[in-house]
Structures are given as C-alpha cells and as structure tokens.
C-alpha cells in the first residue's frame, strides 16, 4: 500500500483538509483559491507556494482523496472475496450519494476534460483508474484462488466492474436518472452472484 | 425512432455538418465559433443567430450525433439480439478509435462538467443517456422474449451495459491505459456469453 499523502508536509496536509472542507461547506461550484485559504486560515500566498493554479491543487487532492480510499478499503477488507467486493463497490456507488462524496466526485468530473490534452492530468487519471483496478483484480483474484470465484480473468473482470462503477458514477452526476444507478448496481452484483460465484 | 435532426431548419443542419467537420479537421482543442464559421464559409453572424454561444452549438451538437448514432444502430439492427447487443457495443467502443470518434466523444467529456449545475446540460445529458439505454433494454428485452436469452431484467442488464460502455469511453479518452478498453470489452462479452445467453 501507498500512501502518498505521507510524503506532503504538514502544510500541505493542512491545504488538503481544508480543500476537503471548502468542498463540503461550500461546493465546488464555489471552489476557489480564497475559499481554501478560509477553511485554511492562512494567506492565499501559502496556497500558491505550493499549487501554482487551483488546478494544480485540485489535481494533487485527487490523488489526496484515492490515497485515503486506498487506505479505507485496505483496512476493511477482510477474508472473503465477495463481500470484499461487494463492499468496494457500495463504497464507490453508495445507495444515497452523501454531500461529501457527491463533491468529491464531481472534483473527478470536472477535471476529466483536461486530462483530454495535458499530460499532467492524464497521468493522475491514469494512476487513479490502475489503482482502483489493482484493488479490484487482487480481490478478485484472491476469490479465484480460494475456489470462492469461478477461474475468470482478474484483470479483465477487474477492468469491467471499475468500467461499470465509473460509467455509473460520471450518469450519476450528470443525469437526472435516479433509477439508472440502482439498476446498474442491481446487474453489477447479479453479475458477481452469477457471473463470478462458482 | 425520433430523428430530432429533422427539426432542424437547411442552414442549422450546414451548421452541425460544419462543427463536424471543424471537429474532425482541427480537433476539440481548436473548436471555436470562428472555426466552424470558417468551415461553414458564412459569417459568424449566421452562427450566432440560433446559438447564443459555443456550449449551446455543442448542446445542439450532440443531440445531433446521439440521433445519427440512433439512426445507424436503427437501419443495422437484424433479427439476432446477441449479434444486435455485440453490435451497439463495438460501435460505442470500436476495438481501435478512429480520430473522428475521439473527438465526437471528446465533446461528450468536454461538457460534462457542465451537466453538474446547468439545467440545460444536465437534461441533454439525461436525454442522450435515456436514449442509448432504451436501445440496449428493446435488444435485451427482444432477446429474453424470444427465450434467446435468460430471463434476466431487461432494464437492470441495459443500464449495466451502459455504464460499462460509458465508463470505458471515459477512461479510453482520459488515460493511458490502453489495456483496460479491450480487457472490460473481453469481460461485457463474456458477461453477455455467459449471463445472458440461456
């Protein structure tokens, strides 16, 4: 396990937090280098000692908020396989989508467009996504090799679940389809009950 | 079948071919009113006169590209629901992405952000997303009637195929994973093989 916010100073974990709360308080419609720097009781200046543009931190709490995923998932996984994914999943896609991680969601939605072009973001996306498949595939692959789960392909069933867990996530957020989300987890898990389930 | 682009007056459908080609030609990052405008070869006045701004061309855009897409899908549609189901699919997500496509889905992730809080967008969103799920759901549904597939629900399969197919557009456009489309592609198909058909 990772846990890259060991390597950020106390500053800026202290920036971290409160980008975490300016989002909550706030929204990230109302996001901004003077919001933080509230929720921070600290000069702007401070901010962009370390960030040079509010993207650049944005793009650094991304990897904030996986780090901190990563560690909750790794603490609550437990020895069987199926609920282990099934919890990874309703982590992702909860029923009711909390403020908090609505926020936090849509910091991912609002960034996808420059990972279009610019390397720097296409490279966090692109750890992002291989960190969230490697959590999934071990999963998978620890039911695979406990007889638990069927002898599917790891990486690809992986690739699938994350596929369908995003794809649900982005409509989620930008859709007014409030049954959509359901039904989409409803098949993810008869697809795991039938599909991996030996 | 709703072909909407047929509510379009002569110099609104020149207008969307113009983006296309503008799109194609230049790419998402150069699209401005000013490049279309010169591959439509008329002011930008004329532009200007049914869309306020470039978000809205690209609103009214991508409705037009949803009822193209719907359109095809429509005339290649046979008799077989599993070849109909594995159709839709490669034609979302083409084994290698031809330039054309990357920028049409492109414009997709580009306004996301904008379905979070407009109203407008969000909508758009909702109706392309409504759209390409109630495709899926008649070729599942003619699938379990016709005992082609098992007795699954029509509605929960077509909105988990969706999201599996949206969540790779995404991460195809804004990583560099290049495994991971043909690695969720290979698990939808075996999902399909093994889950559906009866």
């Known amino acids: ?43 702007k200046s401070t901010i962009y000692h370390y960030y040079d543009s509010k993207d650049a931190l944005l793009l650094r709490f991304l990897r904030f908020t996986v780090d901190r995923f990563e560690a909750t998932i790794n603490t609550s996984i437990g020895d069987n396989p199926k609920e282990d994914l099934n919890h990874i999943i309703s982590t992702l896609l909860p029923c009711q989508l909390p403020e908090e991680k609505r926020q936090l969601h849509s910091v991912l939605v609002t960034l996808s467009p420059q990972a279009l072009e610019r390397a720097v973001f ?56 409030e049954a ?9 898990f008869s697809y795991i009950d039938s599909h991996l389930i030996s």
Do not use: W
């Not at 396990?1 to 937090?17: F, P, V, Y």
């Not at 007889?147 to 369908?164: G, K, M, S, W, Y």
């Not at 959509?180 to 993810?188: E, I, P, V």
């Open 122 to 177: 296409r490279e966090q996306f692109t750890e992002i996504d291989t960190r969230l498949a490697t959590i999934i595939e071990k999963t998978v692959r620890r039911g695979v090799d406990a007889d638990v789960f069927r002898d599917v392909d790891p990486t690809h069933a992986a690739e699938h679940i994350l596929a369908t867990i995003k794809g649900t996530m982005y409509s989620r957020l930008t859709t007014n389809r």
């Open 180 to 188: 959509a989300t359901a039904a989409a987890k409803a098949s993810l």
């Open 1 to 43: 396990m990772t846990d890259e916010s060991d390597a950020l100073c106390a500053t800026e974990k202290e920036i971290m937090h409160a980008t975490h709360r300016a989002l909550v308080n706030s929204g990230y419609a109302e996001l901004s280098i003077s919001r933080i720097s509230d929720e921070l009781d600290k000069a």
